[in-house]
């Protein structure tokens, strides 16, 4: 992902442009939304693998997203961009900044939508469908709504995948996408650690068949509080959830998770770029040949 103008954006900058996926997008940052409200370097290595991993078999069929997290709303908008069915997600308060960069790139709620009104589309908390309509007829959809998984209400899950598909007994997602979910500042003693409400969600959706993978990209700022994380998850999954995890350097890590039947096998060749070094390998049945196992 490349970005005009410098590093990550603090401040808030009208007409920024990025280029993520190979697709030129426009942005906003906000830095009243402080974390939520910026543009991340983790995104990078995020980029390389969603283009191995969700859209290399694009052209197959239509590969359908769900987000968490998703700030400025930057990959969502390359996801549906690149052809994919996009669910955007993240607090109530972080949704007028992502409809904002959403309109920015042409989309427009949907018809059927419109009479809600823009005060109303700017700060509620509903399922909104914005909808670009192409020369060729292939019209680009992303659904934004709110989902905080400190709240481990799963129904506003379904209610978002209603939205998305017009039935929450839809096809499950290719892959649930976690740009710097992993950052937390810890400001207060007293504040409770996101990553309880994270793995829960990712457990549900995997465990569940509603998703069929999950990658999270990061930069490690506390290395054994993301062990933690991650051991967790295998051992509340039953030891059913297979692993791989990519070292981009200095620069960020990628964690790829997939729920495995019983006997199935991690094929790492089909998850990670020729050009990543894969550090470790973890999960039921997981070849020896993509690293040590932790």
Known sequence: MERRGGEE????????????????????????LLECGKVWDANWALAEVLE?????????????????????????????ERGCLVLCTDQTHVLP????????????????QRTVGDELAASSSEPLLFVKHGADSENKKV??????????????????RTALHGTANAIPFDAVVCGETLYWPGLSILDPDPLDGLRELLLFLLCTGRARSAI??????????????????HELGSDRLAEV????????????LAHQPAGAKLHESALIPQDCVIVAEVGIESSSAGGASS
């Open 9 to 32: 954006e603090d401040a808030e900058v009208e007409g920024a442009e990025v280029c993520v996926l190979g697709v030129r997008v426009a942005v906003r940052t906000d830095a009243a």
């Open 52 to 80: 191995q991993r969700v859209l290399r078999a694009a052209a197959v069929r239509q590969r359908c997203v769900l987000e968490l997290g998703a700030g400025t709303g930057v990959m969502s908008i390359a996801l549906a």
């Open 97 to 112: 900044l992502i409809r904002a960069n959403v309109a920015r790139n042409g989309y427009s709620p949907d018809a059927a």
């Open 143 to 160: 659904v934004i709504g709110a989902l905080d998984w400190n709240e481990r209400s799963y129904g506003a899950l379904d209610a978002l």
């Open 216 to 233: 999270l990209s990061f930069v490690s700022r506390n290395p054994s509080r993301e062990a933690r994380f991650f051991n967790s998850l």
């Open 245 to 256: 995890q990519v070292n981009y350097g200095d620069a960020a890590h990628v964690h790829v």
